[in-house]
């Protein structure tokens, strides 16, 4: 089957946003949850986070707000409210979130094509004006983008890697404890370079 360049658009999204999703399966509640970099990412956040952003780029900047509140977008909330869940937020309540906002999302791109006009109202007003073509590309960009912190953190938990449970776009068999040790040791090699006369 062809797609053509919006199902194709479409069809990365969704296989991005499946990614996401996957990375916390397996995980105890506190494993999704903590932060494993000095600011804080977290895999439960990332989620949240993706779904904020696809309610915001895929509804209001298309005239159809969300519907839902969300405390995190309010002018006096901290700037990462949106990256991190709270203990009364169970990861359910976060992917059924992210679902939602798919589900929004689809009203968005059953309504309109590549071309549709839309305004993002948190961007300055020179490039405010965007398309869904634009607006796509955009967050398709920024979910791969946390997809590829994702696949670090979920690495650190427990050395699960990959794109998906069924592909790990990874070669089978390979010696991955023999390819760290050779990267370190160039790594040792090339410092130890820099810093003898």
């Known amino acids: 089957m062809t797609l053509d360049a919006k199902g194709t ?3 990365y999204l969704q296989v991005a946003r499946e990614a996401m999703l996957w990375k916390l399966d397996g ?3 506190y494993d999704v949850r903590r932060p494993l970099t000095p600011t804080g990412t977290n895999l439960l956040g ?5 779904a904020s952003v696809e309610s915001g780029y895929f509804g209001g900047t298309f005239g159809r707000p969300y519907p839902e ?3 995190w977008h309010s002018d006096d909330a901290d700037p990462n409210d949106d990256l991190w869940a709270t203990s009364e ?3 359910e309540d976060v992917v059924d979130f992210y679902r939602r906002t798919w589900a929004h999302a689809a009203q968005t791109f059953d309504g309109a094509d ?3 006009i839309g305004r993002v109202p948190w961007w300055p007003d020179s490039r405010a004006e965007v398309t869904l073509h634009q607006i796509l590309i ?12 994702a696949d670090i953190v979920r690495e650190t938990l427990d050395r699960q890697v990959g794109l998906r449970a069924d592909n790990s776009n990874l070669p089978d068999g390979y010696d991955w404890a023999a390819h760290h040790d050779r990267v370190e040791l160039a790594a040792r090699e090339a410092e130890r370079r820099t810093v003898e006369p």
Do not use: D, F, Y
């Open 89 to 91: 937020e169970s990861r």
């Open 46 to 50: 990332l989620v949240k986070h993706l």
């Open 27 to 29: 995980l105890s509640e």
């Open 114 to 116: 590549l071309e549709t």
């Open 9 to 11: 658009l479409l069809r």
């Open 138 to 149: 955009h967050v398709i960009a920024e979910t791969n983008r946390h997809a590829g912190h």
């Open 69 to 71: 509140p969300l405390p």
